[in-house]
């Protein structure tokens, strides 16, 4: 029997089952019932134990409903990379419900949502992490509100055998404080202290200036429960989280008193500007423009149903607020009505190649010109540096000019993020001294030829060989790269093995290093005669790119638009593979061919198809 026959035949067992059972069909989970009376007693517990079996039926159905509705979202598994996960509200109701999972392997919740919500945040969280029985490293509770709270009380008391969580971190009131003020916020913290007991040694309160990691996120909170404010939604965590090289502001449903008071005491020292902003009070009724406006996020994330979205009762404020954030030029809006988010944490930077100059131009001239263009890294070409005796990357003194070129783009507000050495993996001295020199530059990455030719100088045809001999060159430099906090990456060219990126990224399994990684060239396999979408049949996920293009007969150089690539499948293939670093454009040919009066366009050109590419990655 097929999957669609058996969820058919239930979902028909389940209709008649409740039509034929009138009394308590209307008893489904989560609506309300009538108050018990007394003539009705022996009826009702006639039917209570019909009830009863309706009720499970009817979870396990929405179970089964929920599975394959995750499914088909082909939810993507980020275990062990930073990305956060914004989730739709099945119900299109209000409700915050975010997972975040880090580099090291870290799962964070932010709030949940309310118990409808429940069964889709537990699938959607084995998806995102890809385990069976997901562990929540914390869990964080922004305020006392159902629509924030009660998928953690459900799966406190009603779904540990499927999901588990360490540290729970919230700042509740007593709940008097709040009576006569907010039933929900008496329901959930009365509901809160009545499960302690499942919980009570993970609980953690938060208190304004607290900073700590979870893992490699860093949380700083501004601001907690204010008795000054008899208001829920007032009493709202605001709390900053820096994960990889993105920063994320969580503001609860925190009201302009609270949002008022963070940005008086914070905002002056600029710890509120975040790349992200979670919108207060789900984008309506929240923190004033001053407070959007000292965050000044490039990305807005709204977790808004459609009612809110478009304001259709006519009283709320979201359309006011969409105004702010428009006028503010944000860069993009995710909003949860349009379905459940996933978005990592990084922030790609757009790296060009020194070799855009030709060599021997002064590399502090061109520090500061790309700087003034508007790229954000710089791809040191040492192998645009050995060519002259009077190259300073071949003086005794080179790593006081590394040192001295890292200050001025620190200066100039642009970071050397990757090197290029000069041969390959087997050139002696030369590679040493150019790991080093990437360590003075600050460089996170070194990429380093593959040797594509044996000891009699004929090409490497064969997989294994080619492995084998690349594996021993590079392993002689990992002690050094470890040393220099560099990580190595080998690249596809264009000659016998080394051709394939499929064998590359296999070199890269082989030697199995932290300190090893590739970077794919899309010139080169263009080239070589492989579609962009090569990288789905790649073993490892390569650190790094070399965007280029080409008409495939020829090794280019081009900016992206100018040859035969398919850009969209590349995209597409980045996507899909959850690639994560920078924007290395290494399209450098036309610039370094032209007039030096007439580089500056054609850069200006280059930074402009990187943008375009950078969006949509």
């Known amino acids: ?323 702010w954030i428009e006028e503010m030029g944000v860069k993009q809006n995710y909003v949860s009505m349009d379905g459940s988010r996933m978005l990592y944490l990084v922030n790609r930077r757009i790296v060009t190649t020194t070799d855009v100059f030709e060599e021997g131009y002064p590399a502090e001239k061109a520090v500061d010109r790309l700087a003034k263009l508007g790229y954000t890294g710089i791809d040191m070409g040492f192998d645009y540096w050995v060519y ?28 050397f993020t990757h090197a290029h050495a000069p041969g390959e993996a087997d050139a002696g001295e030369v590679i040493g001294r150019s790991i080093k020199a990437a360590a003075a530059l600050g460089a996170k990455y070194c990429v380093i030829h593959p040797v594509w030719r044996n000891k009699n100088g004929d090409t490497i045809e064969n997989k294994s060989e080619f492995i084998s001999v690349n594996a021993a060159a590079i392993k002689e430099w990992l002690p050094l790269a470890e040393k220099c906090g560099v990580i190595l990456l080998s690249e596809n060219i264009l000659w016998g093995a080394s051709a394939d990126p499929r064998i590359i990224a296999d070199l890269v399994k082989t030697v199995d290093s932290e300190w090893f990684g590739w970077c794919y060239d899309t010139g080169h396999a263009h080239c070589s005669g492989y579609k962009q979408n090569i990288l789905k049949k790649c073993s490892v996920v390569p650190l790094s790119l070399h965007i280029q293009d080409n008409d495939g007969g020829g090794d280019g150089h081009l900016i992206p638009g100018d040859g035969t690539i398919d850009w969209d499948v590349f995209i597409k293939t980045l996507r899909e593979i959850g690639y994560m670093g920078d924007c290395v454009m290494e399209a450098h040919h036309q610039s370094l061919e032209a007039p030096d009066n007439q580089r500056d366009a054609i850069l200006a050109r280059l930074l402009d198809s990187a943008e375009k590419l950078r969006e949509q990655m």
Not at 388 to 412: I, M, N, T, V
Request: proline fraction near 3%; hydrophobic fraction near 40%.
């Open 388 to 415: 002259s005796q009077e190259s300073p990357f071949l003086k005794d003194d080179y790593l006081e000019w590394a040192k001295g070129l890292k200050a001025r783009a620190d200066e100039a507000g642009i970071a």
């Open 1 to 323: 029997m097929s999957k669609k026959s058996l969820i058919s035949l239930i979902l028909a067992f389940i209709m008649l089952f409740a039509a034929v059972t009138p009394a308590f069909a209307a008893g489904g989970a989560g609506i309300a019932q009538p108050a018990v009376t007394e003539e009705k007693t022996n009826e009702d517990g006639f039917t209570a134990f019909f009830r009863g079996i309706y009720d499970r039926i009817m979870a396990i159905w929405n179970r089964i409903k929920t599975y394959f509705e995750v499914k088909n979202e082909k939810v993507i598994n980020t275990m062990n990379r930073n990305a956060i996960h914004m989730l739709k509200s099945v119900t299109d109701t209000i409700c915050d419900s975010f997972i975040i999972t880090t580099e090291d392997g870290k799962v964070i919740v932010i709030d949940g949502g309310h118990r409808t919500e429940t069964d889709y945040f537990v699938e959607y969280l084995k998806a995102a992490t890809g385990q069976s029985k997901p562990h929540i490293d914390a869990w964080f509770l922004s305020h006392a509100h159902d629509d924030h709270c009660e998928v953690f009380l459900e799966v406190a008391e009603n779904r540990s055998s499927e999901v588990t969580f360490g540290k729970v971190y919230a700042n509740f009131p007593e709940a008097s404080f709040y009576d006569g003020y907010d039933e929900w916020g008496v329901y959930v913290i009365n509901e809160f202290n009545r499960l302690m007991p499942l919980f009570a040694d993970k609980v953690a309160s938060l208190k304004e200036g607290d900073v700590f990691n979870i893992g490699k996120a860093k949380f700083t909170v501004f601001y907690t429960f204010n008795p000054e404010w008899k208001n829920v939604n007032e009493g709202s965590t605001i709390m900053r989280m820096d994960l990889g090289d993105t920063s994320v502001m969580f503001t609860g449903d925190a009201g302009v008193n609270a949002g008022n008071y963070v940005v008086e005491k914070y905002a002056s020292g600029g710890l509120l500007d975040c790349d992200f902003c979670k919108m207060a009070h789900h984008g309506q009724d929240g923190v004033d423009r001053n407070f959007y406006e000292a965050v000044s996020p490039e990305i807005c994330l709204w977790p808004t149903p459609t009612w809110v979205w478009d304001n259709r009762g006519g009283n709320l404020k979201t359309l006011e607020v969409r105004g």
